[in-house]
């Protein structure tokens, strides 16, 4: 009599993935899928390609995922693979001229009166804020945490802006302008599509890009108000009264080769890049780890024991960010799943050859942290959430090669070092608190515009903790 084998053990729950399209499309029902979103509009084949190629009646496209040709766009000649002005078109009305559109001598310029903001010594500056926006953070979630359904992305975006109006104008997100902000970006990203007509066609400069009346009148009210907060820091600083946050470190540090300094104008256009690069992008990669944690319990009960063994009750301390090792690791295994930018466009300034490949003048370079991250050649496993993976020789390989969440090179993002200090800290914070669960009847869908969230929002439901440990 042949003896029953045990079952198979349970598998891990796999993290939400949208399905890739199926088939080829035309030009025009491309532009529509990606509208809706870009990742579910990408077939399956670029999850396993080096390279592919994207042709339209205006423009060749050149999707680059083996690790040499990132490195070379991103790190060896990046001066050759500028930011295509097509990234520009959606995001011109609040935008401006900032660092994050800009390309040559203007970029350079920028970044060098911008860097020495986020320096190491800097970061300790702000980690006091850092840590009182993740304190106002675990008091908004105490009357949620009752068991009913929360939608979780909110809950984050109100943390993120929290710490970059605290670090950059010392003021908290109740403040008056910094709500008004905030409120006005909600409703700015829900009128911003993702994919403007310039973007698609090749259209001279003067011709109309028909931002909707909505884009157009959010983006102006998000301009005027952060005018208004950089017209009085402004103030403040002549009067010698300004506090030492980032605004007044990025305001008064002249460029070492011209010694010009941001006026107002150019200072706007900065500060609406800050808020969306750091408050977008720190609020999708908090969102995504936490209901990673809900979806492996296991996983969540090792950053909260974590947490409770690193923080001081008695006093914050800049040092307690390195022993977040696991919190740490968490938060990067959830930017490599869900990239909060998916993807990067770059153009060719000359004539290239890629695996081959001719690729013409003024191609578009598309870098995808999306699929370089989830990449079947190159990760193992490249679906599933496993944040001790970085402690794999596989894992560390391709944190070097084959991960950049921030970019890389000479335009990696300049707050990276801020954002992994702000994203372990505030989520060794509210897991020390909370303990978050799955809501089974609202499951996530990534979807991405702007940057990568939930299609339907990201719902859990949240319990107390005892802070001392079960």
């Known amino acids: 009599m042949m003896t029953a084998l045990p079952p198979d053990p349970p598998q891990p729950p796999r993290p939400p993935k949208p399905p890739a399209r199926v088939g080829r499309v035309s030009l025009w029902r491309y532009a529509r899928l990606f509208r809706a979103d870009i990742l579910s ?54 935008l401006g001229n900032s660092v994050f559109v800009t390309n040559g001598e203007t970029w350079k310029r920028q970044r060098r009166i911008i860097d020495p ?16 926006a993740g304190q106002a953070a675990v008091a908004r979630l105490a009357p949620l945490a009752g068991g009913v359904p929360v939608e979780i992305e909110a809950q984050t975006s109100h943390a993120a802006a929290d710490v970059i109006f605290r670090t950059l104008f010392s003021i908290p997100i109740e403040h008056q302008v910094a709500g008004q ?39 102006r009210k998000i301009r005027t108000l952060i005018t208004q907060l950089t017209a009085e ?5 002549e009067a010698e009264r300004a506090p030492d946050d980032l605004a007044t470190k990025i305001m008064t540090t002249p460029d070492p080769e011209t010694g010009e300094r941001f006026g107002t104008d150019e200072m706007v256009d900065q500060v609406a890049i800050f808020f969306l690069a750091g408050h977008e992008t720190s609020a999708s990669a908090l969102a995504w780890s936490l209901y990673l944690l809900a979806m492996h319990p296991e996983w969540q009960e090792r950053v909260a024991d974590e947490a409770r063994a690193a923080f001081d009750p008695e006093k914050v301390y800049f040092s307690t960010v390195s022993k977040l090792r696991v919190s740490r690791d968490v938060f990067r295994e959830a930017m490599r799943l869900y990239p909060p930018v998916p993807m990067m466009v ?7 050859r890629f695996r081959d490949r001719d690729v013409p003048k003024a191609s578009q370079i598309v870098l995808s942290p999306w ?5 079947e050649r190159l990760w193992e496993r490249p679906d599933a959430f496993d944040p001790a993976r970085f402690q794999t020789e596989n894992g560390k390989t ?14 990696v993002c300049p707050g990276s070092g801020f954002a992994m200090i702000e994203g372990p800290l505030i989520l060794s914070m509210l897991v020390r608190a909370y303990r978050f669960d799955l809501v089974a009847e609202r ?24 802070p001392a440990g079960p």
């Not at 909707?212 to 983006?219: F, I, L, N, P, W």
């Not at 499951?443 to 107390?464: N, Q, S």
Request: charged content about 30%; glycine content about 4%; aromatic content about 10%.
């Open 443 to 466: 499951p996530a869908m990534p979807v991405a515009h702007l940057t990568v969230r939930g299609k339907d929002g990201i719902w859990l439901r949240i319990g107390k903790r005892d």
């Open 233 to 237: 820091r402004m103030r403040a600083i």
């Open 41 to 94: 509009a990408q077939p399956a084949r670029l999850y396993r390609a080096w390279m592919a190629e994207f042709r339209t009646p205006f423009f060749r496209s050149y999707m680059c995922n083996q690790p040499e040709l990132v490195d070379l766009v991103l790190r060896k000649r990046p001066d050759d693979f500028p930011k295509s002005d097509r990234i520009r078109e959606g995001l011109a009305p609040l």
């Open 346 to 352: 770059r153009e060719a300034t000359c004539p290239e």
């Open 117 to 132: 903001a986020f320096e190491g010594g800097r970061l300790r500056d702000v980690f006091p804020a850092m840590w009182d």
């Open 181 to 219: 902000v905030f409120e006005t970006f909600r409703e700015h990203q829900r009128a911003q599509p993702v994919l403007n007509l310039g973007a698609v066609l090749p259209l001279p400069k003067w011709f109309p890009r028909f931002h909707s009346r909505e884009t157009r009148r959010t983006a």
């Open 371 to 375: 699929h370089l991250h989830r990449h």
């Open 398 to 411: 391709c944190l070097r090669n084959a991960y950049i969440p921030f970019s890389a090179g000479q335009r």
